[in-house]
């Protein structure tokens, strides 16, 4: 159902270096490039980051109305502690470590992680003990 989300961003260099990186990790492809803009693709979705001119602000806030953040799906308990540990090299910073990796609750398998420019991702582990965890 899901065909792209596009996330304004206040500095393409930024994004690309940690949502490239992340997406990538995930499998997405790069799907589109332009001066102001990148997409990469999975399957039939594709999520675009674009430095537009008419941006009015300089950093989201995921705590005003909005975007909060976007979830994903992580393979495996295993591929989520590599991106967690990989991740600040990218711009990420863990949200919530004194919970990880249940802040969302028993159960809930993730990672938050908020880049540079306040945009938040949640990892998701797809299977927790042979079932899909709760949320996923």
């Given at each position: 159902?899901?065909?792209?989300?596009?996330l304004w961003?206040?500095?393409?260099?930024?994004?690309?270096?940690?949502w490239?990186?992340?997406?990538?990790?995930?499998?997405?492809?790069?799907?589109?490039?332009w001066?102001?803009g990148?997409?990469?693709?999975?399957?039939?979705?594709?999520?675009?980051?674009?430095?537009s001119?008419?941006?009015?602000?300089?950093?989201?806030?995921?705590?005003?109305?909005?975007?909060?953040?976007l979830?994903l799906?992580v393979?495996?308990?295993a591929?989520?502690?590599?991106?967690?540990g990989?991740?600040?090299?990218f711009?990420?910073t863990?949200?919530?470590?004194?919970?990880h990796?249940?802040a969302?609750?028993p159960?809930?398998?993730?990672?938050?992680?908020?880049?540079?420019?306040?945009?938040?991702?949640?990892?998701?582990?797809?299977?927790?003990?042979?079932?899909?965890?709760?949320?996923?």
């Open positions: 159902m899901l065909h792209h989300i596009e961003v206040p500095d393409l260099g930024r994004a690309v270096r940690s490239g990186w992340l997406l990538e990790r995930l499998g997405c492809t790069p799907h589109q490039m001066p102001d990148r997409s990469w693709r999975s399957r039939e979705t594709y999520l675009v980051f674009e430095q001119p008419a941006l009015t602000g300089d950093r989201h806030d995921r705590t005003r109305p909005g975007l909060n953040h979830a799906h393979p495996s308990r591929e989520l502690d590599e991106l967690v990989e991740a600040p090299a711009g990420w863990l949200l919530f470590p004194d919970r990796p249940y969302g609750g159960g809930h398998c993730a990672a938050y992680l908020e880049d540079t420019d306040g945009f938040e991702v949640e990892l998701v582990v797809r299977q927790l003990s042979g079932r899909s965890a709760p949320g996923a």
